[in-house]
């Protein structure tokens, strides 16, 4: 089995302070991350572009830390590089949203959360692989070509942030961004044993991302650890008037929070388990990593309730309704006049031959679904009953956060299977996604924290889901997850 080297890396604040005292250079740090990218994608495919001129940046910093400059004090991220999804667009970089139909394009303008993280300090180092728009569990529907998973490069790292968590798992960068839709920050996160968030829908700006369904995208990351989480969220978490879904709910600094909570009050949390999420199919070996984690916390006396989500069954037919839906009608901008290559001086043939040549198979599947689903005769059978469902699934967990804080389940049937395996069976691909829709169907922020390893080595994850805007709650009962 071929597998890389994963080295250990310190915490984001740590780190800072070694720079801010000096101790490390911003320009060695960034060397050394850009070395790892580089040698890393030859191997993992990880990253569409890489952005060696994160070095000059790196001088600039040094300069200003060499001579005390004010400005950097409450930089949190000072120095440190991280990697973002390729949906996420940065001015002046190439942004390829993982599509062939967009492979030169140049962004104009930089979305509002990596705007936050280079406000901080951080430094932007590679642009990485995932799945066109996001549409895919596995990274293998990328115009690029499949990312590999660094434990076994005969695997996939889980998908559609694909490059993301392969990038981070091998080493470069302290975070990476990533987008989830319907699972694709954190079913890579638990292939990979790294801890992925999706955040509430309106937490978080979607402000120059590239859209794939638009009442379901959240921009999500993942990190090494649960402090870098509660960082980040801090910083990236709140209002933009860029973005009007974002939500005026208030946002606290959650590192503080998580730092101060007493062993004692932790014992608060109550944990949800429904039977909806532990069905036929889910591999038994993940059944057993959770099923023994939530017997050691009764042990340990934190309160475990029964509930029960019974239309979270529907989860997956729902969203495979919703979701195409709202893709196919944001494809309309991708006409070959706003945006993609020119293959002829007539608009009509232009746009069919442009879409025919350059969209990647499952771009087509989706438009395909979606255009069905909402076409005249068909939308009140498909559309708008799924949209029905997804009402209900909302409901119940709404109930269900009445009696319980957060909800425990697995976040996916199966660890990191190989490349080619599901990739000419849309079904088998789909249904990896059966436990990770529900939380965008409901809009409620989820975590995948890693829980062990299988037989095989390869890394389980377990999820956690809470109440709307209740990310604190989420951090303080991963907390709770990661310490016992
Ligand atoms: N795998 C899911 C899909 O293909 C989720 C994708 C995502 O979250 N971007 O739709």
Not at 211 to 224: H, I, L, V, Y
Not at 242 to 269: C, G, R
Request: hydrophobic share 35%; charged share 25%; aromatic share 8%.
């Amino acid at each position: 089995m071929n597998k890389l080297e994963i080295p250990n890396i310190d915490t984001i604040t740590n780190t800072v302070k070694r720079i801010r005292n000096k101790e490390l250079r911003v320009v060695d740090l960034i060397k050394e991350h850009l070395e790892r990218a580089h040698s890393v994608n030859s191997d993992t495919n990880a990253f569409i572009t890489i952005i060696d001129s994160a070095l000059d940046r790196a001088l600039e910093l040094d300069l200003k830390i060499q001579n005390g400059d004010t400005d950097l004090e409450n930089k949190s991220l000072l120095g440190i590089p991280f990697t973002v999804k390729d949906l996420y667009m940065v001015d002046g970089i190439r942004t390829t949203f993982g599509s062939k139909y967009m492979s030169d394009f140049i962004a104009v303008y930089t979305s509002t959360v990596v705007q936050k993280c280079l406000d901080q300090g951080g430094i932007l180092i590679a642009k990485a692989n995932c799945d066109p728009w996001g549409f895919g569990s596995s990274g293998e529907n990328s115009g690029y070509g499949a990312t590999k998973h660094p434990l076994d490069l005969e695997r996939t790292p889980g998908g559609s942030s694909s490059g993301s968590a392969s990038g981070l798992l091998s080493g470069v960068g302290f975070f990476s961004l990533g987008t989830d839709t319907g699972g694709s920050v954190r079913l890579p996160a638990s292939f990979t044993g790294l801890l992925g968030l999706k955040p509430t829908y309106g937490r978080n700006s979607r402000y120059g991302i590239g859209a794939m369904a638009s009442s379901f995208d959240t921009p999500g990351f993942f990190t090494r650890n649960l402090e870098d989480m509660a960082l980040l969220e801090s910083i990236m978490a709140g209002k933009d008037i860029n973005d009007a879904t974002t939500s005026e709910t208030e946002t606290i600094n959650y590192l503080d929070s998580l730092n101060k909570i007493e062993e004692s009050e932790l014992k608060n949390i109550t944990f949800g388990v429904a039977p909806e999420f532990f069905i036929d199919g889910l591999n038994p070996e993940i059944k057993e990593a959770i099923d023994l984690k939530i017997k050691e916390l009764k042990d340990k006396g934190f309160k475990i309730k029964d509930i029960s989500l019974p239309s979270s069954k529907y989860a997956l037919a729902c969203y495979y309704v919703l979701v195409p839906s709202e893709i196919s009608s944001n494809r309309a901008r991708y006409d070959g006049v706003r945006y993609g290559p020119i293959e002829s001086d007539n608009y009509e043939e232009n746009l069919s031959e442009g879409r025919s040549k350059y969209f990647e198979e499952e771009v087509k599947r989706r438009i395909m679904i979606g255009t069905f689903a909402l076409s005249k005769g068909y939308s009140d059978q498909y559309y708008k009953r799924a949209s029905l469902v997804r009402e209900k699934i909302k409901n119940e967990f709404k109930n269900a956060f009445k009696d319980v804080d957060v909800i425990i389940s697995p976040v996916s049937p199966t660890t990191a299977f190989k490349i080619g395996e599901k990739i000419n069976d849309p079904i088998q691909m789909y249904l990896v996604d059966i436990f990770t829709v529900t939380a965008n169907l409901a809009g409620i922020p989820a975590i995948s924290l890693p829980l062990g390893v299988d037989s095989k080595g390869l890394p389980i994850g377990i999820q956690l889901m809470a109440n709307m805007f209740n990310e604190d709650t989420l951090f303080k009962a991963s907390k709770v997850i990661l310490n016992n």
